[in-house]
């Protein structure tokens, strides 16, 4: 008896179909059918996902802005786009891209806890770790990575600072294949606040 449905996963059953070898007078040979629809990795609902795009947001100052909350309602689908002409993607070929976007933490679902404010090291292990869960979890969102499938990293603000730690994390970090596991291209940082005395500076200027 299984568990879990993630312990069927790679178990697809196969059925020798006697009848059809005699009737198709087959002595040497076996027909096997192989059934997919008892696998529930594979259900015909599943998506293809060709690139991973893994967006670290900026300085938010309520729950509300978390990723989760506000389920990103209001990017439109030309801003989507326009990341994908950033990470180097033709508007004209045709891919099926994954958007995870994590809540840091101290938003979302661990709102009683303080937020790490530019802790890179921790914000880039919150992004890591959400970011294993969904590959590690395919079949609960009914998508399957590709082979050779990419990942890129993305932030700006607050998330410009997390995604480069997060890159340097993957590059550097300890347990053998999480940098392929990931499979991590290029990052992608917009005006993070990488040396604070002067961000600081700047905003009492004014």
């Given at each position: 008896?299984?568990?879990?449905?993630?312990?069927?996963?790679?178990?697809?059953?196969?059925?020798?179909?006697?009848?059809?070898?005699?009737?198709?007078?087959?002595?040497?040979?076996?027909?096997?059918?192989?059934?997919?629809?008892?696998?529930?990795?594979?259900?015909?609902?599943?998506?293809?996902?060709?690139?991973?795009?893994?967006?670290?947001?900026?300085?938010?100052?309520?729950?509300?802005?978390?990723?989760s909350k506000c389920k990103y309602a209001s990017?439109?689908?030309?801003?989507?786009?326009?990341?994908?002409?950033?990470?180097?993607?033709?508007?004209?070929?045709?891919?099926?891209?994954?958007?995870?976007?994590?809540?840091?933490?101290?938003?979302?679902?661990?709102?009683?806890?303080?937020?790490?404010?530019?802790?890179?090291?921790?914000?880039?292990?919150n992004i890591i770790d959400s970011v294993l869960?969904?590959?590690?979890?395919?079949?609960?969102?009914?998508?399957?990575?590709?082979?050779?499938?990419?990942?890129?990293?993305?932030?700006?603000?607050?998330?410009g600072q997390t995604s480069l730690g997060t890159?340097?994390?993957?590059?550097?970090?300890?347990?053998?294949?999480?940098?392929?596991?990931?499979?991590?291209?290029?990052?992608?940082?917009?005006?993070?606040?990488?040396?604070?005395?002067?961000?600081?500076?700047?905003?009492?200027?004014?």
């Amino acid at each position: 008896i299984k568990q879990s449905a993630l312990e069927l996963i790679g178990g697809t059953p196969l059925l020798q179909l006697n009848n059809y070898s005699k009737k198709a007078g087959l002595k040497d040979a076996k027909i096997l059918a192989k059934l997919e629809y008892l696998n529930p990795a594979n259900t015909s609902d599943t998506v293809q996902i060709d690139i991973v795009i893994i967006d670290c947001h900026g300085t938010i100052s309520s729950n509300s802005e978390a990723p989760s909350k506000c389920k990103y309602a209001s990017i439109s689908v030309k801003e989507i786009e326009d990341e994908l002409v950033y990470l180097g993607i033709p508007d004209n070929y045709k891919i099926k891209a994954l958007l995870i976007a994590p809540d840091y933490l101290g938003y979302g679902a661990s709102a009683d806890k303080t937020h790490p404010y530019m802790i890179t090291n921790l914000c880039a292990r919150n992004i890591i770790d959400s970011v294993l869960s969904v590959m590690n979890n395919q079949s609960s969102f009914k998508i399957q990575l590709k082979n050779g499938y990419k990942s890129y990293v993305i932030g700006y603000s607050q998330g410009g600072q997390t995604s480069l730690g997060t890159m340097r994390a993957v590059e550097n970090y300890t347990p053998s294949g999480l940098k392929s596991t990931i499979n991590l291209q290029k990052c992608y940082s917009g005006a993070g606040p990488h040396d604070l005395p002067a961000t600081m500076e700047s905003f009492l200027s004014k």
